[in-house]
């Protein structure tokens, strides 16, 4: 069991940046996976990206590969997502997920979610 806390949503204009940080309550977090999606009103969740439990693996989405990017730190059970050069389009409740024992990124198949952060970009 892990509990995932979301935090550094917020409004933020077309163009700017974001750091999306995932904390995760657990004391075996480098046997897990992890993955950030996100959700925008009226769609299904979709994938953002992914990382393995080095951190030495990650994995984009065509639709944010160059502007995003997912990193890890292992001794603070905390995982993070830059974004940059926001566009309207990535309006989103971001999520964090956390898969066990599975040691490379996945677009799939997560076990435990976080609440999300909303991001909200102006145009």
């Known amino acids: 069991q892990v509990l995932l806390v979301e935090s550094g949503g917020g409004l933020v204009q077309a163009g700017g940046s974001l750091r999306l940080s995932c904390a995760a309550s657990t004391r075996t977090f480098t046997t897990y996976a992890m993955g950030w999606f996100r959700q925008a009103p009226g769609k299904e969740r979709e994938f953002v990206a992914a990382i393995s439990w080095s951190g030495g693996s990650t994995d984009y989405a065509d639709s944010v590969k160059g502007r995003f990017t997912i990193s890890r730190d292992n001794a603070k059970n905390t995982v993070a997502l830059q974004i940059n050069t926001l566009k309207p389009e990535d309006t989103a409740v971001y999520y964090c997920?956390?898969?066990?024992?599975?040691?490379?990124?996945?677009?799939?198949?997560?076990?435990?979610w976080g609440q999300g952060t909303q991001v909200t970009v102006s145009s």
């Open positions: 997920a956390a898969e066990p024992n599975r040691l490379r990124p996945t677009r799939s198949g997560y076990d435990y």
